[in-house]
């Protein structure tokens, strides 16, 4: 039997171990079983016990990240527990550094919104210093979330007049016109996740005066052809759809005190065969020019459920991505 090892991690209050093990001891619950060790309440620290001295050590890194969320005022959740986790595992060294990002001054239905991975903080550092962002990553990382949550701070702010955000109606041919109701109504449904967003981070009385008064302009892709975009703050959501015609055109509307954020998953592109993913494009045509940054996520900054990121990695090993594409986690750390 190999000797016990025991780390201690210090405490300041009953109420930050609390938010810190979760009720019924959840979070407590989750870091013992992947880590294979015991996690005891002292009176001035918390205690790990494990036969596995690497194991301690990466508990207590896990525990004074989380400990500074909540000192920090986050209040944390299963979704936060496990990031950490897999960051460690991934080898993320900035865990702690993102665990005190600043938080974005719009609030929404479930608090405050800050950056929850070390991904999101440096997607959320790249829009406030560049005019054209592009956040390239699969789903459940807050790409699109965050990018409006920084839309409409930035209008808040006085920064913008408006905010556009726009998709690609990728079925823009038969299916869309079978559907009923005038064109607005047509393509509505593929809207429907920019507005749901929208209405979590304001009252629906704010955001139905905002779109009355043009403020706030939800639209297909098509709808920006021939326009210049001045004072606006723009988001295209779900790039991978666009074509590289559709990319170009919607690059080019930019105008004076202007920002653009492209979000997109290019793995999931739902272009016909023959096409080719404007987004895939861009990110080679565009590499490299002053005042356009890449961000890259991977799955471990998903902050959706935990399965999530299983199905992600579960794909990733059944058809192993084309390099040119999408670029490997060593050449995501150049950018």
Known sequence: MQKQQLKGVPIQSNAEVQALF?????????????????????????????????KVNQVVTVLESLLHRIRKGEQIQATDVNYVIRALDAGETDILEASV???????SKRGVIRPKTAGQKRYVEAIKHNDLVFGIGPAGTGKTYLAMAMAVSALKSGQVNRIILTRPAVEAGERLGFLPGDIAAKVHPYLRPLYDALYDMMSPETLDKYIERNIIEVAPIAFMRG????????????????TIEQMKMFLTRLGFDS????????????????????????????????????????????????????????????APQDVRRFPTESAQSKE
């Open 22 to 54: 979760g009720q019924s001891d959840a979070f407590l619950k989750i870091i013992e079983h992947d880590f294979d060790v015991r996690v005891v309440l002292k009176s001035d620290n918390i205690a790990v016990l494990g036969e596995n001295l690497k």
């Open 101 to 107: 990002a600043e938080s974005i001054p719009v609030f």
């Open 227 to 242: 326009r210049t975009l001045n004072n606006s703050f723009v988001v295209l959501d779900e790039a991978q759809n666009a």
């Open 259 to 318: 920002k653009a954020v492209v979000t997109g998953d290019i793995t999931q592109t739902d272009l016909p065969t023959h096409k080719i993913s404007g987004l895939a494009d861009a990110q080679e045509v565009l590499s490299g020019i002053k005042g356009i940054q890449f961000i890259y996520f991977s799955k471990v900054d998903v902050v959706r459920h935990e399965l999530v990121q299983r199905i992600i990695e579960a794909y990733e090993q059944a």
